[in-house]
């Protein structure tokens, strides 16, 4: 399966700045990339698409001027989460897909103070 | 909003024992997945079924798709300590998009 890289694995910001998260894809290069948040003991909630060259789409709820997306190349999508707040704390994965599987970074636990 | 279900919620067993989580939708998937996850990291993929009746078998785990791809099961025989963590299904549409069931946490003890 696609190896995918995540970075920071953790972060802690103080509320009101921003942090941006990458995600890599490591072996194969990707059109679409996937970004989730799971809080704890939760399942994971989709946030959005990112397609390489061209806008994201995101899902119903979720800010598209909060939660900045650039896929930019087709090993590499971020994440920006702008003017972080405590509620804003989660575990966010990305993931990259193939026809019929995503496979799925490790994750980046964010703490915001 | 969840379109798969999942049970158990939660399950708890001695080592050695067997176990069975079931994923549910009223919808027709065109693949499901199953992973496991473990806290703090990222979902491991086990198995894609694409196929309504397939049955796939990955050492000690056994995965069923319904025949009418609408619902699929995981069996885990002899269930050791290492087996625990959170069982997540997803449901595959064309569009890449996957559709997660709320997961069942596994906790098998030595």
Known sequence: GAVVSQHPSRVICKSGTSVKIECRSLDFQATTMFWYRQFPKQSLMLMATSNEGSKATYEQGVEKDKFLINHASLTLSTLTVTSAHPEDSSFYICSTATADTQYFGPGTRLTVL | ?110
């Open chain 2, 1 to 110: 909003t969840q379109l798969l279900e999942q049970s158990p919620q939660f399950l708890s067993i001695q080592e050695g024992e067997n176990l069975t989580v079931y994923c549910n939708s009223s919808s027709v998937f065109s693949s499901l997945q199953w992973y496991r996850q473990e806290p703090g990291e990222g979902p491991v993929l086990l198995v894609t079924v694409v196929t309504g009746g397939e049955v796939k078998k990955l050492k000690r785990l056994t995965f069923q798709f319904g025949d009418a791809r609408k619902d699929s099961s995981l069996h885990i025989t002899a269930a050791q300590p290492g087996d625990t963590g959170l069982y997540l299904c997803a449901g595959g549409a064309n569009d890449y998009k996957l559709s997660f069931g709320a997961g069942t946490t596994v906790t098998v003890r030595a």
